[in-house]
């Protein structure tokens, strides 16, 4: 759905408030079989027979949902620090996939990547920015971003933790934005309850972190100080949210690991990740 036509906004919300199933039902058992997630270094030859496919509507192939994560260049460049890439492309597909299943919205099965200053980027209302401590934007992409945003699209952010990966994002944000501040959300915030009624404010770490540690974050350096979840919105002059932070969390990591630990699923993918990220969808395309 284009941004230019904001009349059709309401055409998302409708099928999926009407029809959700529950997390917790035979649609979201792990898949058997096979392993699913793990890491691509070759992210151009990605094997589509991989990942579940499905067939849209025909009537709805100009509303259908696309997943679209930012590619952006890093700040920098060594193997040991995450940038766009982190948990691509499974999380991606996954996730279209679960929001295909437990939603009745046309979801499309093939997500994508673009970069900011693309401009094809006013065709999707939703977009998704994976590490965003590592972002470095240009002056193009800044001017890209803000009029995006602006104009009526949305920007999810997630899998950053600590004091220092947050001053870094946040040293990009006032360049974005110098007059608007993020505001932390309280639980009793509508985009808990969306769809799914949360009673805590979810926390996602990455497996191997909890397998290792049995931790639900990622223990990096300004975890020390504080490693609890806090999700932020900034929002425009008219108190639109344009952008969710979701800080000290890695809700992604809950998609990509489909099927490697049926623990790690049940505890985090499917009474965390999945719920969570419908209701952003949910909340960002009907506000």
């Known amino acids: 759905m284009p941004l230019r036509d904001k009349s059709r906004g309401l055409q998302w919300i409708c099928p999926?408030?009407?029809?959700?199933?529950l997390l917790q039902n035979a649609a979201l058992a792990q898949p058997r079989g096979r392993q699913f997630g793990g890491r691509r270094a070759d992210f151009s030859q990605i094997d589509r027979s991989q990942f579940p496919m499905w067939s849209t509507d025909e009537?709805?192939?100009?509303?259908?949902?696309?997943?679209?994560r930012i590619k952006t260049?890093?700040?920098?460049?060594?193997?040991?620090?995450?940038?766009?890439t982190a948990d691509y492309p499974d999380a991606d597909f996954y996730f279209s996939w679960?929001?295909?299943?437990?939603?009745?919205?046309?979801?499309?099965?093939?997500?994508?990547?673009?970069?900011?200053?693309?401009?094809?980027?006013?065709?999707y209302p939703f977009v998704f920015l994976a590490a965003p401590q590592s972002v470095d934007w240009t002056p193009e992409e800044v001017v890209a971003l803000r009029r995006y945003l602006l104009n009526g699209g949305f920007m999810m952010c997630d899998e950053f933790f600590g004091s220092?990966?947050?001053?870094?994002?946040?040293?990009?944000?006032?360049?974005?934005f110098p007059e608007f501040e993020p505001?932390?959300?309280?639980?009793?915030?509508?985009?808990?309850?969306?769809?799914?009624?949360?009673?805590?404010?979810?926390?996602?770490?990455?497996?191997?972190?909890?397998?290792?540690?049995?931790?639900?974050?990622?223990?990096?350096?300004?975890?020390?100080?504080?490693h609890a979840p806090h999700f932020f919105g900034l929002h425009d002059a008219h108190g639109r949210m344009?952008?969710?932070i979701c800080h000290n969390n890695d809700l992604q990591d809950g998609w990509e690991r489909e099927g490697?630990?049926?623990?790690?699923?049940?505890?985090?993918?499917?009474?965390?990740?999945?719920?969570?990220?419908?209701?952003?969808?949910t909340y960002a395309l009907s506000h």
């Open 16 to 21: 999926i408030i009407l029809s959700v199933a």
């Open 59 to 68: 009537g709805f192939a100009d509303d259908v949902f696309t997943f679209v």
């Open 73 to 84: 260049a890093p700040r920098w460049n060594q193997s040991s620090n995450r940038d766009w």
């Open 98 to 123: 679960r929001l295909h299943q437990l939603t009745s919205i046309q979801v499309n099965p093939n997500p994508i990547t673009l970069e900011l200053t693309d401009p094809k980027l006013v065709d």
């Open 164 to 176: 220092i990966q947050w001053n870094l994002f946040h040293e990009q944000l006032k360049r974005l």
């Open 183 to 226: 505001v932390e959300l309280s639980l009793s915030h509508e985009i808990f309850h969306t769809v799914y009624d949360f009673d805590f404010v979810p926390q996602v770490t990455a497996i191997h972190f909890w397998q290792r540690y049995g931790v639900t974050y990622h223990p990096v350096a300004g975890t020390e100080y504080d």
């Open 242 to 244: 344009m952008m969710l």
């Open 260 to 281: 490697e630990d049926k623990e790690f699923f049940e505890r985090f993918s499917v009474k965390q990740s999945y719920p969570m990220g419908i209701n952003i969808v």
